[in-house]
């Protein structure tokens, strides 16, 4: 007798200032061509996912694409409830971006304080293609303080830098997303049994 099928839901929040290519990354990992324009998400956008990971198992993976603008923060605050996951993005070539990334994962511990478990976030360091000559080899830490961050609680961190324009690392990153939901499930499940 095989085991029954097992469907997963999850929330996958993107997070991070105006214009470091969140919304690039979304459309990307929805096979969608890549914009030279930029096109600010007002509020929200959503798309969703399905993802096998094996005969047995499914993922539905739904996107909530934040606006990184300011003015919309007041908005943005109702939809960090409940992530199963976080994507954080900022622009390699914007210090303060970078700086924000703090500031970001608190707004969304400071509406879930009750997670009692870690939550995947993915860090992604985007636009590489316009700083040449940077590592971009995905087990480089060396640009980012892990350490700082995870004084966040709930935060199980990685480190990815990327380019949504030239699609670099954007399946690595999505593979990382989609594997780190399913260990951190198992191991949810593990403390519920
Ligand atoms: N060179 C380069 N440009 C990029 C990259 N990713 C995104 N962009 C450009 O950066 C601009 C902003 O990208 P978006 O994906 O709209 O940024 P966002 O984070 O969704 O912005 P908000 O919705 O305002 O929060 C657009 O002009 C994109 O074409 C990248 O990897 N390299
Ligand atoms: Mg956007």
């Not at 929330?11 to 991070?16: A, E, R, V």
């Not at 990334?101 to 992604?124: A, D, K, S």
């Not at 480190?159 to 939901?181: D, R």
Request: hydrophobic content about 40%.
């Amino acid at each position: 007798m095989g085991t029954a099928p097992k469907k997963y839901l999850a929330k996958i929040l993107f997070i991070g200032s105006y214009a470091v290519g969140k919304t690039s990354v979304r459309r990307n990992w929805c096979g969608q061509k890549f914009e030279e324009s930029y096109l600010a998400t007002i509020g929200v956008d959503f798309s969703i996912l399905d993802i096998e990971l094996s005969k047995d198992i499914t993922w539905k993976l739904n996107l909530w694409d934040l606006a990184g603008q300011a003015s919309y923060q007041s908005v943005t605050r109702s939809f960090l409830t409940h992530p199963s996951g976080i994507i954080v993005v900022f622009d390699v070539t914007r210090e303060d971006t970078k700086k924000a990334i703090f500031n970001w994962l608190q707004r969304v511990y400071n509406e879930n304080r009750h997670i009692v478990h870690p939550i995947p976030v993915i860090v992604l360091g985007n636009k590489t293609d316009l700083t040449p000559g940077v590592n971009t080899d995905i087990t480089n830490y060396s640009t980012f303080n892990l350490r700082d961050y995870e004084k966040i609680d709930f935060v199980n961190l990685d480190y990815i830098p990327t380019s949504a324009k030239l699609g670099e690392n954007l399946e690595e990153a999505f593979n990382i997303l989609v594997n780190k939901l399913h260990q951190n499930q198992l191991d949810i499940e593990k403390t519920i049994v």
